[in-house]
């Protein structure tokens, strides 16, 4: 069970939880007719360092400049456990996943945040959140004055500091891995 805190600040923090984040996957123009394609997450944590979210604030705060000022902010939803263990999470957008077996050692393994592409979380209960899977592979941007507007309406929670920085950790050690080739597979003739 990780530790929250649900009374909002006046800032985006990493470790919030907000509901309803959309993520333009695709704009396209035919005709002059405008086409905006998004997928609507119906929960995501926010992953951007908390120091630069901090100073961000502060010097937009004191109008000091734009130095400080980012772009974008890095999230990765927040899925169902138990539909991700289905292999159903992206069923509303017709993607069907590798089913996890959640009684055996691959669910347990998710559970216990032993396989690096995933993070499970379970939340106390004053906050309305089923058991969750941030899958690492899924994460993306969003503008930072869209998230600062949404999350005035739409913070369920604050994940706290130390669960919020294993989270951090684990996503940076997921992002720098390094994949290898497979070695070649050996031969009869190459033995001899």
């Known amino acids: 069970m990780i530790e929250t805190k649900t009374e909002p600040t ?16 695709r704009i396209t123009e035919a005709g002059g007719v405008i086409e905006v394609a998004k997928i609507v997450f119906p929960l995501v944590v926010v992953l951007t ?6 100073q961000e604030s502060r010097f937009l705060a004191d109008n000091k400049g734009d130095d400080k000022r980012l772009l974008s902010i890095l999230v990765a939803p927040l899925y169902n456990a ?4 289905a292999g159903e999470h992206l069923s509303e957008l017709e993607m069907r996943m590798e089913p996890i077996n959640s009684r055996k050692s691959p669910g347990q393994f998710l559970r216990n945040n032993e ?8 939340f106390p209960e004053n906050v309305p959140v089923v058991p969750s899977v941030i ?10 004055d869209y998230l600062r507007d949404l999350r005035r309406e739409r913070l369920v929670c ?3 500091a130390l669960f919020r920085e294993d ?3 684990r996503f940076a050690c997921f992002l720098s891995r390094i994949g290898l080739p497979e070695p070649p ?6 033995a001899a």
């Open 49 to 54: 360092q908390d120091c630069d979210l901090e």
């Open 158 to 160: 604050t994940i706290g």
């Open 115 to 122: 396989r690096p592409r995933y993070h499970y979380l379970e």
């Open 82 to 85: 138990e539909h991700l263990y």
């Open 185 to 190: 597979v050996a031969t009869k003739e190459r």
């Open 10 to 25: 006046s800032r985006v923090q990493q470790g919030d939880v907000i509901r309803d984040v959309e993520l333009i996957e």
């Open 167 to 169: 989270v951090s950790q």
């Open 135 to 144: 899958d690492f592979k899924h994460y993306f941007s969003v503008p930072g």
